[in-house]
T-cell receptor, first 117, second 111 residues
Framework: DTEVTQTPKHLVMGMTNKKSLKCEQH?????MYWYKQKAKKPPELMFV???????INESVPSRFSPECPNSSLLNLHLHALQPEDSALYLC????????????????FGDGTRLSIL | EDQVTQSPEALRLQEGESSSLNCSYT??????LFWYRQDPGKGPEFLFT???AGEEKEKERLKATLTKKESFLHITAPKPEDSATYLC????????????FGKGTKLTVNP
């Protein structure tokens, strides 16, 4: 079991639905991430939150909306998704570093398998 | 642009047959190189961080090494439970949290 918990594990939704993915960690990590992973591909970064502030948005379409309510929680709100958005959505977190050149590893959850009908 | 290339794409070994996976990288100042293991339907599991050329890290049957241009993941006497996709990722200096991943090597160890 990982220390980054993602719910739900599986989600099937229609293109007009609104749903949310949830990620939780209690390791005191202050950076949290959303990644998208298609089959047989590496994870692709979507968003980074650092100290609960959005620090990186990798030009993700607005139908994906991240939210970081507190230092332990990260949400990804989904609306009007397309079939090509079907993928494994991974959350990760990393400890606070000791400066901009910190190299703390990211720890991943097991993801939410999302299918868009 | 930072890039990571992993080879081979797939590797089949017999149990006990040692081998190495390669990760070549180009990055504008290396902050860290990370190895992960990913099982089907699971998230990547952190294995090692390497920071500077010449560094080595070991864990059970795995040993990771780093030069200025590449990293190797050596697998000694592998077992079927070592079967997984192994991902290499780099992080560049300059303050960005972004990891650049390679496409991975899918390792299958047959009993």
């Amino acid at each position: 079991d990982t220390e980054v918990t993602q719910t739900p594990k599986h989600l099937v939704m229609g293109m007009t639905n609104k749903k949310s993915l949830k990620c939780e960690q209690h390791m005191g990590h202050r950076a949290m991430y959303w990644y998208k992973q298609k089959a047989k591909k590496p994870p692709e970064l979507m968003f980074v939150y650092s100290y609960e502030k959005l620090s990186i948005n990798e030009s993700v379409p607005s139908r994906f909306s991240p939210e970081c309510p507190n230092s332990s929680l990260l949400n990804l709100h989904l609306h009007a998704l397309q079939p090509e958005d079907s993928a494994l959505y991974l959350c990760a977190s990393s400890p606070p570093g000791t400066g901009i050149d910190s190299n703390q590893p990211q720890h991943f959850g097991d993801g939410t398998r999302l299918s868009i009908l | 642009e930072d890039q990571v290339t992993q080879s081979p794409e797939a590797l089949r070994l017999q149990e006990g047959e040692s081998s190495s996976l390669n990760c070549s990288y180009t990055v504008s100042g290396l902050r860290g190189l990370f190895w992960y293991r990913q099982d089907p339907g699971k998230g990547p599991e952190f294995l090692f961080t390497l920071y500077s050329a010449g560094e080595e890290k070991e864990k059970e049957r795995l040993k990771a090494t780093l030069t200025k241009k590449e990293s190797f993941l050596h697998i000694t006497a592998p077992k079927p439970e070592d079967s997984a996709t192994y991902l290499c990722a780099v992080q560049a200096r300059g303050g960005s949290e972004k990891l650049v991943f390679g496409k991975g090597t899918k390792l299958t160890v047959n009993p």
